[in-house]
T-cell receptor
Framework: QKEVEQNSGPLSVPEGAIASLNCTYSDRGSQSFFWYRQYSGKSPELIMFIYSNGDKEDGRFTAQLNKASQYVSLLIRDSQPSDSATYLCAVNDNDMRFGAGTRLTVKP | NAGVTQTPKFQVLKTGQSMTLQCAQDMNHNSMYWYRQDPGMGLRLIYYSASEGTTDKGEVPNGYNVSRLNKREFSLRLESAAPSQTSVYFC?????????????FGPGTRLTVL
């Protein structure tokens, strides 16, 4: 069974801090990795995707991928209260598999 | 450009009743998906359609059927609803282009089976 694991949280950080969200996956053949944000009662929306080992930056967001360790993370710099949401990690190797999500709260 | 739309937004059924959830996308995507989302379990794939005329089972297909009516529309049918099917259902689509297979989600249908 292919697994995608996330710490369910809640993760609480103060406004302006860096939030670090982590995800591990079991299938070494996975090729593409996604981070989605989901506000309460809403649908998931894509933040960013990453294919290659290393870091990928987009504004305040940085995705980090380490295929050898089967680990992908999302860093949110200068966290804002509007970043409070559940963050879903998704891994694709023909089928898209989602983690259960980490709930992030950014306190003013 | 509405993206992915779903109807209805909310539905309450009694055990044994049937219903069809509708999904449509206007992004000319080839692939469409149906997921269910339960607390603590994330999104689980029910069925997907890689192209018009094809459908395949996902992780949790039992109790569901699907129809890819045309390129735009992908419906999910519950023939005899059970309380275990109480969930939030999301439809998604993707273009499966060379850059990514990002999935775009509809607003969801919240289903309660009594």
């Amino acid at each position: 069974q292919k697994e995608v694991e996330q710490n369910s949280g809640p993760l609480s950080v103060p406004e302006g801090a860096i939030a670090s969200l982590n995800c591990t996956y079991s299938d070494r053949g996975s090729q593409s990795f996604f981070w989605y944000r989901q506000y309460s009662g809403k649908s998931p929306e894509l933040i960013m995707f990453i294919y290659s080992n290393g870091d990928k930056e987009d504004g305040r967001f940085t995705a980090q991928l380490n295929k050898a360790s089967q680990y992908v993370s999302l860093l949110i710099r200068d966290s804002q209260p509007s970043d409070s949401a559940t963050y879903l990690c998704a891994v694709n190797d023909n089928d898209m598999r989602f983690g259960a999500g980490t709930r992030l709260t950014v306190k003013p | 450009n509405a993206g992915v739309t779903q109807t209805p937004k909310f539905q309450v059924l009694k055990t044994g009743q049937s219903m069809t959830l509708q999904c449509a996308q206007d992004m000319n995507h080839n692939s469409m998906y149906w997921y269910r989302q339960d607390p603590g379990m994330g999104l689980r794939l029910i069925y997907y359609s890689a192209s018009e005329g094809t459908t395949d089972k996902g992780e949790v297909p039992n109790g569901y059927n699907v129809s890819r009516l045309n390129k735009r529309e992908f419906s999910l049918r519950l023939e005899s609803a059970a309380p275990s099917q109480t969930s939030v259902y999301f439809c998604a689509s993707s273009g499966r282009d060379s850059l990514s297979d990002t999935q775009y989600f509809g607003p969801g249908t919240r289903l309660t089976v009594l």
